[in-house]
């Protein structure tokens, strides 16, 4: 009876057997992706800020603004 089964060995990746291409392409998209995530956290922290005031001198209500 033959096993015609996949096996991990069978994988080009398995067991660190893979290209150097293979690698770099993954540092590649890791790299990207972790940039990504670092402008998107940028942009968040510097457009979340609201400077509004609700209410008047006679009638002071709530101060949005976040404090320094």
């Given at each position: 009876m033959?096993?015609?089964e996949p096996?991990?060995?069978k994988i080009d990746d398995y067991?660190?057997?893979e290209s150097s291409e293979k690698r770099?392409?993954?540092k590649l998209?890791?790299?990207f992706l972790?940039?990504?995530g670092f402008v998107y956290g940028v942009i968040k922290l510097n457009m979340n800020?609201?400077?509004d005031y609700v209410g008047?001198?006679?009638k002071p209500g709530i101060n949005t603004a976040r404090p320094h």
């Open positions: 033959e096993n015609n096996s991990l060995e067991n660190n057997n770099k392409t993954v998209v890791v790299l972790v940039l990504i800020d609201v400077k008047t001198p006679e």
